[in-house]
Structures are given as structure tokens and as C-alpha cells.
């Protein structure tokens, strides 16, 4: 698509990162036995095999809107943002509200309100940081390329675990931090390798 340049390094790079993650994803998938799996809760194997699923189809699709975006859009200078993100969230609407009703009479998802003010705090706060997040997702990929912002995208991985480390004192076993650093270090190279490039 023209996109972005194929180099062996960046492959060897994206490979680093997907190892990494899948050291990491041991958490998830340690066995019966929870000797690895540190203090995070157990999961059957059909609840991992559907997140696993829903996980996969999530990053075909992101990838898929990542490179048509770049692909149309090329040049930060050619987007307002404020206006493409409205965009977004008009069409979320329109084509996802239907959604909740189904859901909700089905009982597969029940719909309510938040019940207490504090979870309203959360969901606005996650909301605002939501919305923080994917202006400078879009704003770094327009100035990058999608294949440093995607792997960089990955580094939640590792920053998602030391929250669950100051938030609620949950710890991980030394694979999971091993994965981590791969993923940490498969970034570092892969954004050297596309600035040395260009």
C-alpha cells in the first residue's frame, strides 16, 4: 500500500514485540495450577479463548483502520482532528446506539446507570483520558508511521501491570516481566529503526 517501508530489522522487530507479548499473555494462560499466574484472578479456558478472540478480531481491525487512515490522510497538516474524532463519534452513535437495546432485552448485556458518584468519577475520568489518548494516537501516527505507534500501543502491557502493582498490589511472575522488557526494548528498536530509515 506504500505506506510504510519493509525492512528485515522492523520485521525482526515486530517479531521481538509479538514474542514479548505472548511471554506476557502467560499470565492468562499459566494452566489449573495458579503457581504463575501471580495474584490476577482465574479465568476458565472458554472465558480466555473468547477474550483471546475478541482480542485478535480488535487488532485485525485497528491495524486495518490505522493503515487506511495513514494511507488517506498521509499528512497531519490535512486533518483537524477536533472534527475527525467528532466524525467518529457521530458514526459510533448512530451505528452502535441500536445496539444497546438488543443487548439489554436479550440479556446478554444489561444496561444501567452508574449507582454511586464515585463511578461516576471513574467513567468520566476514563472518558476524558480515553479521549486525551486517542487525540495523540492519531496525532503520532500522522507524525510516525503506524507500525511505531501500533508497538507502542503494546507498551500498555508492561504500564498496565505496574498500575496493578500501585493500585491493588497485584504482582506477576518473572516470565511476565520478561515479556514486558521485550516489548519495552522491540519498541525502542523499531522507533530507531524507522527514524534511522527516514
Not at 43 to 67: E, F, H, M, N, W
Amino acid at each position: 500500500m506504500g505506506v510504510e517501508m519493509f525492512t528485515l530489522k522492523k520485521f525482526l522487530g515486530v517479531i521481538a514485540s509479538f514474542a514479548g507479548i505472548v511471554l506476557t499473555s502467560t499470565v492468562d494462560i499459566s494452566g489449573e495450577s495458579d503457581e504463575n499466574r501471580g495474584s490476577f484472578p482465574h479465568k476458565s479456558p472458554r472465558q480466555i479463548s473468547i477474550g483471546d478472540a475478541l482480542a485478535l478480531l480488535s487488532a485485525v481491525l485497528y491495524g486495518v483502520y490505522t493503515i487506511i487512515m495513514k494511507r488517506k490522510v498521509g499528512d497531519e497538516a490535512r486533518v483537524n482532528m477536533p472534527l475527525f474524532f467528532g466524525f467518529v463519534g457521530l458514526f459510533n452513535t448512530i451505528f452502535l446506539i441500536p445496539g444497546f437495546p438488543v443487548l439489554h432485552y436479550t440479556g446478554v448485556e444489561p444496561f444501567k446507570l452508574p449507582p454511586t458518584r464515585r463511578i461516576w468519577t471513574i467513567v468520566l475520568v476514563n472518558s476524558a483520558a480515553s479521549l486525551v489518548s486517542d487525540f495523540c494516537w492519531a496525532y503520532a501516527m500522522l507524525l510516525t508511521s503506524p507500525l511505531v505507534v501500533t508497538v507502542g500501543l503494546s507498551l500498555t502491557i508492561p504500564l498496565s501491570l505496574i498500575g496493578q502493582m500501585i493500585l491493588n498490589g497485584q504482582t506477576s511472575s518473572g516470565l511476565y516481566w520478561l515479556g514486558a522488557g521485550i516489548v519495552f526494548l522491540s519498541f525502542l528498536f523499531i522507533n530507531y529503526e524507522s527514524t534511522h530509515r527516514e
